[in-house]
């Protein structure tokens, strides 16, 4: 057995690197005053306005994002989808660091930290949805962890391990998509006990299903944007496979995404109608729910739709950015935007920029830790002494 | 805790209030109090508060809470209107210019100790317990600070000390419950100088209010804020002007607050038990499509590779049939063509044998 050497190169000051040092740097900073000075000091949480962007944005969108990892390893490994098989390591390897990076932040979101394992350990409060989020996003985040150990195993050399792990792949996968649909519909639930909170064009009994299903857009469209980053920036690190498969794999996501944006907009109208919140549409929160629905959901459908046919990898990826862009709108609308809509503005919440500061500094971290992973350890292509699995 | 009826004419004594009727007749009666029928409350009426902040300074002095930034006789406090804080437990807000309304109205905030608490339902450390007595309590304890108490609030009770670094909690009105299991009234209501509180069993109160209603015809509108709201709180409000003027929500609807995630709560068992099944039933189509198309595949192949054979055999057969064929019919020529030759010979000397007779020999 034998280790791979990590030779550290010298830091070259190439634009990106100067940016992160500098965003690591201030969050490091931030972060020390968060933890001796509170929440006061480095947020504008109220107690009108207990949550801010680092459940909004961190959270909510950040587990809506890292839905790539149970999407594509599902595609490939249920749903019998081979030709997609070089995706599912990069999509896990992002789903691990985005769900770990949203726990991360949960850390500097929750007034004690130390004691998160507390709902586990020392008292279940199994009637709350927050309950059912923490609990599955806990054991994902798990899960997600031993599914990516093949690549690090391979890294390191250790055979056996890795075989042993690679034998779980089924029921990994499987137990995925079952903590997946759980939470990622649970995080819409949260919102359900506030129906006096939340305007009633994003409140529905259906919120929990809206969540789940625009996830699965959120993991698709993902994998595209990531797939066309890193042709970007590592294309010398992908292998023949992998390049040969990515064009497809775009395609055929761009389709499935154009689906599932399709009948996601069926249910947000159903939405509507059943909340018979019709009459909410000629007003100011009226018009930006349809900037959501029509300008982020029915024409990202209308355009994945368009690029897969015309089998045009331009308008698939530049439809995979807007679609994650509607995504991102849609969570804040129900965490920040559309909650506590009945608030005089001067009790509306808007973010403080130490808030905009630890969230840029985890993304940060986590393009980082990506980074270092993409160039180490066998992601964008297949270690040649394994079999593919 | 159970309620003593000693203690309980106590308090009532020391409420003023003459109800120590009812006994235990209405014990049965579970929903006007939730799952605790002798669980108390309180009945705050806007007709009769004056504004005084007594109840204020009561409550910051019994559940000993900081010093207010302004002093509670200050009652320039009230052109702004205020919410509970970290510091504050309660506040009154003062209301004017209301249609139907004499004078300005005053409407005395605190936790409503809702039957079923949304509070106590969205908490994931259970950190809040409903007692018995009806008093919403909060446990610090075990509090890990996520805060989806205060989103989950209707009332918009919960605060939080967010200048703490290290030892937040979330503060709120406790009903005065240490003082209630040593059989005191809630500081505030024992400082109301005009009896605008008034404390009791929730099936009580719910009656003095309609009593108070019939009383005095015009004076109160027919509606006790709290009997249903959100499924029923411990304290309640009645008041002579509708209660959106005076800052209460009137939209809140009177479902309780558990109801509203059980349907969400009640998938997560199908999920968990019939996403394995359907996912590996799924994977299992997949897997037998694969494996038939393979053996149709195979199955297809042998059947080429048969029937490529028989044809080449039908065909090396024909080709040999053929091939006897023109064997035989190349000896025939040839041996027409020995007995032609040989006929013409026998011409020259006609008395050779005919044609075709045994003994004709192919001339060498």
């Known amino acids: 057995m034998q280790f791979p050497k990590v030779t550290l190169e010298r830091p070259r000051w190439t634009p990106?690197?100067?940016?992160?040092a500098i965003v690591v740097v201030v969050g490091l900073g931030i972060t020390v005053l968060r933890f001796t000075k509170g929440l006061a000091a480095t947020t504008n949480l109220s107690d009108y306005n207990p949550w801010g962007i680092w459940i909004g944005f961190d959270l909510l969108v950040g587990v809506a994002l890292a839905a790539g990892g149970y999407v594509t390893s599902a595609a490939c490994y249920l749903f019998g989808l081979k030709r997609f098989h070089t995706a599912v390591r990069p999509a896990i390897l992002t789903g691990f660091l985005g769900y770990a990076l949203v726990v991360l932040a949960l850390h500097y979101d929750v007034g004690r930290p130390w004691r998160l394992p507390y709902p586990f350990i020392v008292q279940q409060g199994t009637t709350s949805l927050l309950f059912e989020v923490a609990a599955c996003v806990a054991l994902y985040l798990t899960v997600l962890f031993i599914e990516w150990t093949p690549a690090a195993l391979e890294w390191l050399g250790l055979k056996r391990a890795r075989n042993l792990v690679v034998r779980l792949t089924l029921v990994l996968t499987i137990f995925g998509v079952v903590l997946s649909t759980l939470h990622q519909s649970s995080l819409g639930a949260l919102f359900l006990i506030a129906p006096s909170k939340l305007h009633p064009l994003w409140y529905s009994p259906y919120l929990a299903l809206f969540f789940f299903v625009s996830s699965i857009v959120a993991g698709l469209s993902m994998v595209i944007v990531e797939g066309a980053l890193a042709h970007r920036y590592f294309h010398h690190k992908m292998d023949e496979a992998h390049r040969r498969e990515a064009?497809?794999?775009?395609?055929?996501?761009?389709?499935?995404?154009?689906?599932?944006?399709?009948?996601?907009?069926?249910?947000?109208?159903?939405?509507?109608?059943?909340?018979d919140a019709w009459h909410h549409l000629a007003s100011g929160y009226g018009a930006w729910f349809l900037v959501e629905v029509i300008g982020f959901v029915m024409l990202p459908c209308f355009f994945f739709a368009i690029g897969a046919r015309e089998k045009n990898l331009r308008i698939v990826r530049f439809t995979a950015a807007w679609a994650v862009l509607g995504i991102?709108?849609?969570?804040?609308?129900?965490?920040?935007?559309?909650?506590?809509?009945?608030?005089?503005?001067?009790?509306?919440?808007?973010?403080?920029?130490?808030?905009?500061?630890?969230?840029?500094?985890?993304?940060t971290i986590g393009v980082l830790a990506y980074k270092f992973i993409v160039s180490h350890m066998p992601i964008l292509y297949a270690h040649p002494d394994y079999e593919p699995h | 805790m159970s309620?003593?009826?000693?203690?309980?004419?106590?308090?009532?004594?020391?409420?003023?209030?003459?109800?120590?009727?009812?006994?235990?007749?209405?014990?049965?009666?579970l929903p006007p109090s939730g799952g605790h029928p002798d669980a108390l409350g309180v009945l705050f009426d806007v007709t009769r508060c004056i504004g005084c902040r007594k109840c204020e300074?009561?409550?910051?002095?019994?559940?000993?809470?900081?010093?207010?930034?302004?002093?509670?006789?200050?009652?320039?406090?009230?052109?702004?209107?205020?919410?509970?804080?970290?510091?504050?437990?309660?506040?009154?807000?003062?209301?004017?210019?209301?249609?139907?309304?004499k004078g300005p109205l005053y409407r005395k905030i605190q936790c409503n100790h809702c039957l079923e608490p949304a509070c106590a339902s969205a908490c994931f450390v259970r950190a809040f317990t409903k007692n018995p007595d009806g008093a919403v309590t909060y446990d610090e304890s075990v509090c890990v600070g996520c805060r989806y108490c205060m989103i989950a609030c209707p009332f918009e009770i919960p605060t939080y000390e967010y200048d703490k670094a290290l030892t937040p909690r979330v503060m709120k009105c406790t009903f005065c419950h240490p003082r209630l299991v040593q059989g005191l009234l809630p500081g505030c209501v024992e400082a109301c100088p005009s009896e605008a509180l008034t404390f009791g069993r929730r099936r009580d109160l719910l009656r003095i209010a309609r009593e108070r209603m019939a009383q005095f015809p015009g004076r109160y509108l027919d509606h006790i804020y709290g009997e249903f709201e959100m499924g029923g709180t411990a304290w309640m409000t009645i008041s002579g002007v509708p209660f959106a003027a005076i800052g209460m929500r009137e939209d809140l609807g009177t479902t309780p607050a558990p109801e509203l995630t059980k349907g969400a709560l009640g998938v997560v068992p199908v999920v968990a038990a019939m996403w394995p099944v359907l996912l590996t039933g799924i994977y299992a189509i997949n897997r037998r499509r694969d494996r038939i198309a393979r053996e149709e595949r195979e199955a297809a192949v042998a059947a080429a590779v048969a029937r490529a054979e028989a044809e080449a055999k039908k065909k090396l057969a024909e080709a040999l049939a053929k091939a006897e064929k023109d064997k035989k019919a190349a000896i025939?020529?040839?041996?027409?063509?020995?007995?032609?030759?040989?006929?013409?010979?026998?011409?020259?000397a006609p008395a050779g044998p005919a044609p075709g007779t045994p003994g004709a020999t192919k001339p060498a």
């Open chain 2, 57 to 101: 300074e009561a409550c910051n002095r019994v559940n000993e809470l900081p010093p207010p930034e302004r002093p509670f006789q200050d009652l320039g406090v009230l052109q702004k209107t205020r919410r509970t804080d970290a510091r504050t437990y309660t506040v009154v807000n003062r209301y004017e210019g209301i249609p139907g309304a």
């Open chain 1, 328 to 363: 991102v709108i849609n969570r804040f609308n129900v965490g920040l935007i559309a909650f506590n809509y009945h608030l005089p503005s001067s009790e509306r919440y808007f973010p403080h920029w130490m808030e905009i500061g630890i969230s840029l500094f985890i993304v």
């Open chain 2, 332 to 348: 025939e020529r040839e041996v027409k063509k020995a007995l032609e030759e040989a006929a013409r010979a026998r011409g020259e």
């Open chain 2, 3 to 29: 309620i003593s009826r000693r203690r309980f004419l106590g308090w009532m004594g020391a409420a003023g209030a003459g109800l120590a009727a009812g006994g235990r007749a209405h014990a049965a009666a």
């Open chain 1, 16 to 20: 990106f690197n100067i940016v992160a």
């Open chain 1, 247 to 275: 064009d497809g794999v775009a395609l055929g996501f761009a389709k499935a995404a154009s689906w599932v944006l399709a009948g996601y907009f069926v249910l947000k109208v159903v939405g509507v109608a059943q909340a």
